[in-house]
């Protein structure tokens, strides 16, 4: 899923940088959290830290249009260029 967070929602909790939440569908095996950097990348396993992560990109989602807004919106931004 595509979301599109618009400017007017202001300073966020992402705004550090990016990352994904890899989940799998074994039941053994838990989410992680991949975040890459400039020279490396870094996968965060700790329970504490992925449900951290797991808030952040929940409170985004709300923040963010719905996706079904998105072709929509990149469609008007590239017209603009």
Not at 5 to 17: K, T
Not at 40 to 60: C, G, H, I, P, T
């Amino acid at each position: 899923t595509v979301q599109l967070l618009p400017y007017s929602a202001g300073g966020h909790a992402a705004a550090g940088g990016p990352f994904s939440i890899l989940r799998f569908p074994e039941a053994d095996l838990p989410d992680v959290v991949y975040m890459e950097q400039l020279t490396s990348s870094l996968y965060l396993d700790k329970r504490e830290d992925v449900e951290r992560y797991l808030a952040v990109m929940s409170r985004l989602s709300v923040q963010a249009e719905r996706p079904e807004r998105t072709p929509g919106l990149l469609t008007a931004q590239l017209a603009k260029l």
